[in-house]
Nanobody, 128 residues
Framework: QVQLVESGGELVKVGGSLRLSCSAS???????LGWWRRAAGKEREFVAA????????YYADSVKGRFTISRDNAKSTVDLQLNSLKPEDTAVYYC??????????????????????WGQGTQVTVSS
């Protein structure tokens, strides 16, 4: 089965940029991929997702225009570029992969229960 490991989280100033990467142990070409985050004291929330071929992407309203999700199936990685960072972006960020060979409809990308594999998370802290 697929194992996911995130990296790249660190302390960054307001307005700065960061790039998170998630490396998978197995093939990911037939998995939907997503990034989720959990801020202290809050529930896990959707951040971004991408379909099998990378032709469709989905973003939470709070990050739209600032974050970009991308994938490289040959390298078995999914990245998240975070720009114009705000203090409210501070959270543990998790990458996740959907069920193998199940092609999701748009609404499915926003359901955490439909992601079969999760990474351990990487901390992003945004401050002045």
């Amino acid at each position: 089965q697929v194992q996911l490991v995130e990296s790249g989280g660190e302390l960054v100033k307001v307005g700065g940029s960061l790039r998170l990467s998630c490396s998978a142990s197995g093939r990911i070409s037939e998995h939907a991929l997503g990034w989720w985050r959990r801020a202290a004291g809050k529930e896990r929330e959707f951040v971004a997702a991408i379909n099998w071929r990378g032709s469709n992407t989905y973003y939470a309203d709070s990050v739209k225009g600032r974050f970009t999700i991308s994938r490289d199936n040959a390298k078995s990685t999914v990245d998240l570029q975070l720009n114009s960072l705000k203090p409210e972006d501070t959270a543990v960020y998790y990458c996740a992969a959907g069920e193998h060979r199940i092609y999701y409809s748009r609404s499915t990308y926003f359901l955490p229960s439909r992601y079969a594999y999760w990474g351990q998370g990487t901390q992003v802290t945004v401050s002045s």
